[in-house]
């Protein structure tokens, strides 16, 4: 996040939490800057339930028009199409 925030990577983070209280205070503990959402409905959130989402971590990269073009990439795989990507 920090190397590809500032050519115009953004993240959106989609909690599946139903405490209101321990998410906050987990994204404070980890040090979130992005965005975090969530509908406190643990499992049955409706982003979750829409794409399918079935375990945790997930991630999804899209375009600027919103198509998905990969995900579930991570380390190397996610570094390197992110370098692809955002130039």
């Known amino acids: 996040y920090q190397e590809?925030?500032?050519k115009g990577f953004a993240v959106l983070g989609i909690s599946l939490d139903n405490?209101?209280?321990k998410w906050l205070a987990?994204?404070?503990k980890d040090q979130l800057e992005w965005t975090q959402i969530s509908d406190l409905k643990g499992w049955q959130n409706s982003v979750a339930e829409l794409y399918?989402?079935?375990a945790i971590p997930m991630n999804f990269l899209l375009d600027k028009?919103?198509?998905i073009?990969?995900?579930?990439?991570r380390g190397e795989d996610l570094e390197k199409k992110l370098a692809e990507l955002v130039k």
């Open 26 to 28: 987990a994204i404070k």
């Open 52 to 54: 399918g989402i079935k």
């Open 65 to 67: 028009e919103g198509k």
């Open 19 to 21: 405490d209101k209280d």
């Open 4 to 6: 590809y925030h500032p």
């Open 69 to 73: 073009i990969a995900k579930g990439l």
